[in-house]
Nanobody, 126 residues
Framework: QVQPVESGGGLVQAGGSLRLSCAASGRTISTGLMGWFRQAPGKEREFVAAINRSGDNTGYADSVKGRFTISRDNAKNTVYLQMNSLKPEDTAVYLC???????????????????WGQGTQVTVSS
């Protein structure tokens, strides 16, 4: 079992940057795919970014492509989401998710992810 724990959220002005971290306890995250999702009030959960086990394959939502970068450090059992040029529409709770056993491909469907963190709030003011 993997228990992801997110950190790094906060309040930032439009155009600013934040770096989210997802530290996983229990089973090591190196066993599989890791992803970031977000959910804004009154909206469905949406895919943000994902990275495969070895870190050489990543995927992004069109809305964040070129602004966000996902990375991982398997030795530290941690996944990161660097968010630059933040916009008010990026405001949401950001959740980290783990999919042990999925090694190579990038999956954007939340049902593929077995373990979820509690989330960290990101608020971007205009």
């Amino acid at each position: 079992q993997v228990q992801p724990v997110e950190s790094g959220g906060g309040l930032v002005q439009a155009g600013g940057s934040l770096r989210l971290s997802c530290a996983a306890s229990g089973r090591t995250i190196s066993t599989g795919l890791m992803g970031w999702f977000r959910q804004a009030p009154g909206k469905e959960r949406e895919f943000v970014a994902a990275i495969n086990r070895s870190g050489d394959n990543t995927g992004y939502a069109d809305s964040v492509k070129g602004r966000f970068t996902i990375s991982r450090d398997n030795a530290k059992n941690t996944v990161y989401l660097q968010m630059n040029s933040l916009k008010p529409e990026d405001t949401a709770v950001y959740l980290c998710a783990a999919a042990p056993g999925l090694y190579f491909a990038i999956y954007r469907d939340s049902v593929k992810y077995m373990y979820w963190g509690q989330g960290t709030q990101v608020t971007v003011s205009s």
